[in-house]
């Protein structure tokens, strides 16, 4: 225990005694012990860790700025890296301040560290109830409305309440969202982590948009943008609407959802997996499978370009199949899906998937640094299938597309298969690297021309 302590502790403080697999013992610990943990790091919170953990469960497993909100409550251990970031974030602010529930409600515009993790907190302590959930709920309450003597509006007053469960409160920000006018950055302040929120919020805010027309300022159509993972270069407000229109009616009835995904459009079929991801990634990747084999390829697109988005073991293995699909507009999504990378498209970078959406992405990638990539789908055919798909792409990176939306376009990078082949390839065959060699780009090369070297016994 005391290991496991010291290592959480490590990787707030980015000292050596961080070891990420070890930190993730933490959450396999009998309650007991993981309470002296929490009362060793946290004094005055320690009573509420388990509840917070709870809550962070229940909620989307990823916070990634490129990845949307779904759930997997059937794979509660997607969490976990989320849990750990906010163990370490809230340690490393009850560092400096050691205080209640109560105290952090009112005093956290004031701490200029990660609020978003002390929303987080403040929202699973409402939804407990109780003494100290109700005092925080009202102090809440009356920060959000400028009445407080301490208190003031912030990214914990939003996600405090919105996170919650009690109807009042998400009145009390969509009046705000109304009031917002002019003042941009109170409305980007709600509305772009909207759909990490409570579900049924997520729906009212939604609904708001429509009937408000607030799809005409730019921070909402830049929040639809992360929400759906439209890419929108150009959008108009119409599109903005119909997308918003589209994911509130899937939302809201499961059976028209199902049959969009059966027979809809190619948008339709993608929306459609969407919305069962948001409740259950299980049931999206189950509807999404038998779609990948529709005469249609765009709608093969559409399965396999939701698959990308849902990003776990479980849609890379769904996925791994159409990467033999004979379009290739089926084939580079598939891809995504398998490497895990939704990220793809003719503006991004591997390097920014990294970066996290309002949520202490630095501890994330620190917890994650020892271990696995979790996205990675493990088996023997994944080597295979993807030097066959190398084999099949041009020498120069070029664009394909529209893909699933008109102005959707992807970027087929030969280099980037070669160098996830590499991952994969067989250990008792590393010499099968070779005919891939000549495809990577130059970082790739040199670690597989080390790993030859090491395998002939010319490097240590």
């Known amino acids: 225990m005391q290991r496991v302590a010291r290592s959480l502790l490590g990787t707030y403080r980015y000292e050596a005694d961080a070891q990420p697999t070890v930190a993730q013992e933490a959450l396999n610990l009998p309650i007991a012990q993981r309470r002296l943990i929490w009362q060793a790091l946290m004094p005055r919170l320690a009573g509420h860790v388990e509840t917070v953990l709870g809550h962070i469960e229940r909620g989307p497993y990823r916070r990634d700025a490129y990845c949307r909100a779904f759930r997997a409550p059937r794979s509660p251990e997607l969490t976990s890296d989320l849990k750990l970031a906010w163990i370490a974030a809230m340690a490393y602010i009850d560092e400096s301040y050691c205080q209640t529930p109560e105290w952090y409600a009112q005093s956290a515009p004031y701490v200029n560290d990660w609020q978003n993790a002390i929303g987080t907190m403040l929202a699973a302590i409402v939804d407990a109830g109780g003494h100290v959930g109700q005092t925080v709920y009202e102090t809440l309450i009356a920060s959000a409305l400028g009445e407080h003597e301490i208190g003031g509006m912030g990214v914990h007053v939003v996600e405090g309440l919105l996170g919650a469960s009690i109807?009042?409160?998400?009145?009390?920000?969509?009046?705000?969202?109304?009031?917002?006018?002019?003042?941009?950055g109170l409305r980007q302040r709600i509305i772009e982590n909207a759909d990490l929120m409570h579900p049924v919020a997520f729906m009212r805010i939604l609904r708001l948009v429509l009937d408000e027309g607030l799809a005409r300022f730019s921070s909402v159509v830049r929040a639809a943008d992360v929400w759906f993972g439209a890419r929108w270069t150009a959008p108009q407000v119409r599109e903005v609407n119909s997308a918003i229109q589209t994911a509130l009616r899937f939302l809201q009835d499961e059976a028209e959802t199902r049959a969009a995904i059966a027979?809809?459009?190619?948008?339709?079929?993608?929306?459609?997996?969407?919305?069962?991801?948001?409740?259950?990634?299980?049931?999206?990747?189950?509807?999404?499978?038998?779609?990948?084999?529709?005469?249609?390829?765009?709608?093969?697109?559409?399965?396999?370009?939701?698959?990308?988005?849902?990003?776990?073991?479980?849609?890379?293995?769904?996925?791994?199949?159409?990467?033999?699909?004979?379009?290739?507009?089926?084939?580079?999504?598939?891809?995504?899906?398998?490497?895990?990378?939704?990220?793809?498209?003719?503006?991004?970078?591997?390097?920014?998937?990294?970066?996290?959406?309002?949520?202490?992405?630095?501890?994330?990638?620190?917890?994650?640094?020892?271990?696995?990539?979790?996205?990675?789908?493990?088996?023997?055919?994944?080597?295979?299938?993807?030097?066959?798909?190398a084999d099949r792409l041009p020498p120069q990176r070029s664009a394909i597309g529209p893909v699933v939306f008109p102005w959707l376009e992807l970027k087929l990078d030969r280099s980037l298969v070669a160098a996830e082949a590499a991952r994969y390839v067989p250990k008792e065959q590393p010499m099968r690297l070779l005919p891939l060699a000549p495809m990577m780009g130059s970082g790739a090369k040199r670690e597989a021309i080390k790993d030859l070297a090491r395998h002939v016994g010319l490097a240590p």
């Not at 109807?167 to 941009?184: F, H, M």
């Not at 994330?364 to 066959?388: E, M, W």
Request: glycine share 6%; hydrophobic share 45%.
């Open 263 to 389: 027979s809809g459009t190619p948008d339709c079929v993608y929306l459609g997996l969407w919305s069962l991801a948001y409740s259950d990634i299980a049931e999206a990747i189950r509807a999404a499978k038998p779609v990948l084999s529709d005469a249609n390829p765009d709608r093969r697109a559409a399965s396999a370009w939701a698959l990308a988005q849902i990003g776990v073991n479980f849609s890379a293995e769904a996925a791994l199949p159409a990467l033999d699909d004979p379009d290739m507009g089926v084939a580079w999504p598939a891809f995504c899906a398998v490497i895990g990378a939704p990220w793809q498209s003719p503006a991004d970078s591997p390097d920014d998937v990294a970066s996290s959406r309002g949520f202490l992405g630095m501890v994330i990638r620190a917890l994650r640094s020892g271990q696995p990539k979790p996205r990675q789908v493990n088996t023997a055919d994944v080597f295979d299938a993807l030097v066959r798909l």
């Open 167 to 184: 109807p009042e409160g998400w009145t009390t920000i969509e009046r705000l969202l109304l009031a917002a006018q002019r003042q941009e």
